[in-house]
């Protein structure tokens, strides 16, 4: 059962030292019992209390960190069926899957796609995550020499790496040192062997069953081992079965607290369908649907980035406004003669107008005021984007340095406090801009700086 806050608070030294970045022993508590810190986080916390407390406030979904400790990873850690019910809180994992059997031809192409295919959106750099490598031909010097070559080849990848094989997992995650990887490949016929492996790299353990009830068995009886991080595979190879067992795993462990489902799910829409655009839609419904990671046969733009979105869209939090930091941003290579626009951080008002302004070739400074994430004009209403508030931004931001001139282009509905602007900003000529961004290039093309 989960503990309070307050019962937690009881447990702690109590000494308000603010080491965990939280001001107070109290607040830590709170934030300890909603789930949105770790009691690790308390440097006095004795390991007995810590492991007391983490086991209560413990998402039914656990936690499962890969790769190194500075660029962990993280999936699982879910703690709810849908999302405006909390937030969900780690994204799927993308995969590409690389195997022995492959030409190497072949495996140099995904590996640079992995690379290569990054997308920056909302001021959030979007990619796929890990790399899949998979002994397909139960050769162990093959597959060890492959997992060197992706790790060689794509330096921010975390890895899954696929084998019956102990010894040679054992060996490949050697390799792998600081870049904690998945071992995926424990079954009913080595899974003693697997967790043997698992406990003495400290890595997470894939689990996969023929179903779920031989999944749950098996996680038992790995449990009962104390191997503790796992990602589970029902065993699943039709849309319908990886969508009815994800559903089937998450629904038991949130609402029943059944322990043996209640970690990450790995699915392979890659073994579902040689059709590559299927792929994408069933890995489109695992995504929304609880699959902590989808393992994709390839990586091609035009699939990937609508798959990125998703994710993007689906592990936001509904209850807070996506935005980006206030900031001066250069678009097109501005020089001191440049235009300067200013508004709001909304990160949909940000990713339209800088479009327009990138579309437009016309290089220009935009100016990007914190309103905490409203738009213009619901926070002009709120009184987060008004005369005095914009005047302060623009002195201490520091784009006096960067033009000569002293014009500033305001968003054509904030007309009503040019007056009250040209006020605070003696020194700059106030111009109203567009109403609609999608007017913006015509308005830049025609602008000059005064004489």
Known sequence: MALTGIQILKMLPKK?????????????????????????????????????????SAPPIRTIKL???DKAFTIGGETCLFRHEKRFENPTGIAVLVTTAMAAVDVDGRIERFNTLRYERVGVNLKADLI????????????CDLVGKVLAGAADAQLILMTADPAAMKTAATLCGD?????????ADNAEAMAAVAKETGCALGVK?????????????LSSAGLKDMVIDTGARTVRAALEDNVLARRAAVRSKFKPLGFPTITFPCEMTDDPLLEAMITSVLVAKYAGIVVLSDLQGDILFPLLLERLNIFTD????????EDIYSINGPTENSPVLITCNFSLTYFIVSGE?????????????????????????????????????????????KVKHRELII??????????????????????????AGHLPAFLKEWKPAA
């Not at 998979?134 to 093959?142: F, I, T, Y």
């Not at 290089?363 to 002009?380: C, F, Q, R, Y």
């Open 411 to 436: 968003p054509g509905y904030l007309a009503s406090i040019k007056g009250e602007l040209e006020e605070e900003l003696p020194n700059w000529t106030i111009l109203m801009g567009p109403r609609e």
């Open 179 to 187: 870049r904690k990887p998945l071992l995926f490949g424990a079954a």
């Open 209 to 221: 069953g023929a179903s779920v009830d031989d999944t749950v068995a098996l996680t038992e009886k």
């Open 357 to 401: 302004i990138e579309g437009s070739k016309v290089p220009s400074w935009l100016l990007i005021k914190d309103t905490e994430g409203l738009s213009v004009l619901t926070a002009w209403a709120a009184g987060k984007f008004g005369a005095d508030l914009i005047a302060q931004f623009v002195k201490k931001s520091g784009i006096e340095d």
């Open 318 to 325: 509904p209850q807070r406004p996506m935005v980006v930091s």
């Open 67 to 69: 790769g190194s400790a």
């Open 16 to 56: 308000n030292c603010g080491e965990c970045s939280i001001p107070t022993c109290l607040a830590f508590a709170m934030k300890v019992a909603a789930g949105q810190t770790e009691i690790g986080e308390c440097p006095y916390v004795d390991e007995e209390v810590k492991a007391t407390i983490g086991e209560a």
């Open 132 to 143: 899949a490598v998979k002994d397909s031909k139960g050769d162990a010097q093959g597959f």
